[in-house]
């Protein structure tokens, strides 16, 4: 059952929408200085980013974050900082992996394909420096064994770099997590802006003056005039003036004899 719940947990990460704030490739130019302590203090790192992963609760630790059959088995509930330790020490490879799968099922990340293409030539270029060091003990060809020596040195390097890599990645991810970018940029997305519904007849003037309705003059209506207006006397007290209309309206003879009415 466990074995069939993590397949279905790498099948739908394949169908997650979001994207990694920074790719494998610009990880360096994002964070040198990161980057550099996760290749030179790999185990350290790992730990950091687990933990924070956690949110610092490491009442939440399991082995591998759950994702390996040992998960569970380890005792992590007594001394989950021991455990975590001898993770990161014994089994590097995979307390990076799993820190990266947390983080994935966490904000529903995927991983795109030139990422996939890093960490494949990865473990193809392990593979091949495994299968040359194979041959070289068969063979006892000096020649075949410096090649598989270069390759296995090859293979450390760029498992090391692509390592160092993918934390700085995730500890990005975190510090976008935790808002530790700041205030938006200026070249940055706009926020998103109140529009009209269905049920509004005019829709809401979001940082513009309201503006005048179709053939109204620019101003319309008119500014609040002082006090006095309209001036003493408008109108007159004799409105309309006595007399009008006549008394004999219409006058006698019309209409004329004769008119169709």
């Not at 194979?134 to 770099?161: F, K, P, W």
Request: with cysteine; proline share 10%; glycine share 6%.
């Amino acid at each position: 059952m466990a074995s069939q719940a993590h397949l279905d947990k790498m099948q739908l990460r394949q169908n997650f929408r979001n994207l990694w704030h920074t790719d494998l490739m610009h990880t360096i130019q994002a964070d040198t200085p990161y980057c550099c302590f996760a290749l030179f203090c790999a185990p350290c790192a790992s730990y950091m980013l687990r933990k924070r992963a956690l949110y610092d609760n490491m009442s939440r630790y399991t082995c591998c974050a759950g994702y390996m059959p040992c998960s569970g088995r380890c005792g992590e509930s007594r001394c989950p900082e021991f455990c975590l330790a001898t993770e990161v020490l014994l089994c590097f490879g995979n307390s990076v992996a799993s820190t990266r799968f947390l983080l994935q099922d966490e904000f529903n990340i995927q991983t795109t394909q030139c990422d996939n293409c890093i960490i494949g030539f990865m473990f193809c270029l392990q593979q091949i420096a495994c299968i040359f060091s194979i041959v070289a003990m068969i063979v006892g060809s000096e020649e075949i064994q410096e090649a598989s020596q270069l390759l296995s040195c090859l293979a450390e390097l760029v498992y090391c770099t692509v390592c160092a890599c993918m934390q700085t990645q995730h500890k990005l991810e975190m510090d976008k997590r935790d808002g530790n970018f700041g205030p938006q940029s200026a070249m940055s997305v706009p926020p998103v802006q109140q529009m009209s519904r269905i049920d509004q007849q005019v829709p809401p003037s979001v940082g513009y003056a309201p503006q005048p309705a179709y053939g109204e003059p620019y101003g319309y209506p008119p500014a609040q005039q002082a006090q006095g207006y309209p001036p003493a006397g408008y109108p007159p007290a004799q409105y309309p003036p006595s007399g009008y209309p006549p008394a004999q309206y219409p006058p006698p003879g019309y209409p004329p004899s004769g008119y169709t009415k």
